[in-house]
Structure formats: C-alpha cells, structure tokens
C-alpha cells in the first residue's frame, strides 16, 4: 500500500457530540482529511452510529465535502489481505475523541487540538 487509511470517529470528532442529534463540525479537522485524502490516503468513517442516525451523519459529512472510501467497513484491499472481513476495522490511523497521545497533535485553538 502506498498510502495510509484513516479511520474517524463522528461523535465527539468530526462533529461535537450531540448525540442522538449531529453538533457543530470541527472544521479544522474536516479540513485536514480532505488534505490526507487529496495526498492519496483513504478514509474510512468508524461510528457506533447506524441506519438513519448512520445516513444523517454520513449526509452532514458530504455537505462539508468529506467523502468516505468505506463506512463502518473494511476496504476491499484490506479484506483481501487479511482473507475476510473482521469487525475491527483495520487502520493505520485511528482518529477519535477516545483517544489521546499528545505528542502527535497540532494546535488548533484553546479547546481543539488534532492529529497531524
């Protein structure tokens, strides 16, 4: 593979989490995976939400122009390599506001800061 794939979580990540409803975008890092996949990486959206909560959130991404290579799915490359499709979305990133490791983010402004 010649790129990476991104997987991001919605809730709490790409949206503030409003949850059952969809908060404000966060813009900033919207505006980065646009970047990574113009670079050549494929993006994967990896929500606990589904069916028409599912729908909503991948509909409010479009209209920010973020379009997903897979949702809640591996990539076909990805299912071949491994001979099935596992639960665990396989990534070489993982983007989530579970997750912190502080010495790979960016500053954003005095609440937000994200990956680089």
């Known amino acids: 593979m010649n ?6 979580d919605f ?12 908060g404000e975008p966060h813009i900033a890092l919207i505006d980065y995976l646009k ?8 993006l994967i959206l990896w929500t606990c939400r589904c069916g028409d909560k599912l729908d909503a959130a991948v509909k409010k991404c479009e209209m ?20 099935g499709d ?20 960016i500053y954003i402004d005095d609440c937000n800061y994200w990956p680089l």
């Open 86 to 105: 596992s639960r665990k979305i396989f990534a070489h990133e993982y983007i989530d506001d579970k997750n912190y490791r502080p010495y790979e983010y």
């Open 11 to 22: 809730d709490g990540t790409l949206f503030e989490n409003k949850w059952p409803e969809i």
């Open 35 to 42: 970047k990574r996949q113009e670079q050549g990486d494929k």
């Open 64 to 83: 920010y122009g973020l379009i997903f290579d897979a949702v809640n799915e591996n990539l076909p490359e990805a299912i071949e390599m491994f001979g």
């Open 3 to 8: 790129y990476k794939i991104v997987a991001v």
